[in-house]
C-alpha cells in the first residue's frame, strides 16, 4: 500500500493563490503517474492535472494558465501551485497514484483522503 497526505487547502480570495502538497509513503520513482483530482459540490470528480515520471504534464482546460503540477522526487511530493484562483475552483481537491491508463480512465490505484479548496468572490 502507498499513503498519500494532501495539505494546503484552505479558504482564499478570488485572484489569490494556494500551493497543495501531496506527500507519499514510497519513493514516487515508482509511480507512473501521479495526479489531482477535484470534486465540487454537486458535480462529478474531475481531473485536473497530472505528471508522469518523466515530467510530462497534462492540465484540464479550465486550469490551464493557471495552475502547475510539479514534482520533488527526493521529498516524494507532489505539488498543485494554484494561481488566479476562481470561486468554480472551489472543491475538494484529491492527489492521486496509478498508471497512466488508470488515471485518463478516473481509476486510480491510490488516492488521498482530500484537502477542501475554498474561494470566494
Known amino acids: 500500500q502507498v499513503q498519500l497526505v494532501e495539505s494546503g487547502g484552505g479558504l482564499v480570495q478570488a485572484g489569490g493563490s494556494l500551493r497543495l502538497s501531496c506527500a507519499a509513503s514510497?519513493?514516487?520513482?515508482?509511480?507512473?503517474?501521479m495526479a489531482w483530482y477535484r470534486q465540487a459540490p454537486g458535480k462529478q470528480r474531475e481531473l485536473v492535472a497530472s505528471?508522469?515520471?518523466?515530467?510530462?504534464?497534462n492540465y484540464a482546460d479550465s486550469v490551464k494558465g493557471r495552475f502547475t503540477i510539479s514534482r520533488d522526487n527526493p521529498k516524494n511530493t507532489v505539488y498543485l501551485q494554484m494561481n488566479s484562483l476562481k470561486p468554480e475552483d472551489t472543491a475538494v481537491y484529491y492527489c492521486?497514484?496509478?498508471?497512466?491508463?488508470?488515471?485518463?480512465?478516473?481509476?486510480?490505484?491510490?488516492w488521498g483522503q482530500g484537502t477542501q479548496v475554498t474561494v470566494s468572490s
Open positions: 492521486a497514484a496509478g498508471s497512466g491508463g488508470s488515471i485518463v480512465t478516473n481509476t486510480p490505484r491510490y
Open positions: 514510497r519513493s514516487i520513482f515508482s509511480i507512473n503517474t
Open positions: 505528471i508522469t515520471v518523466r515530467g510530462t504534464t
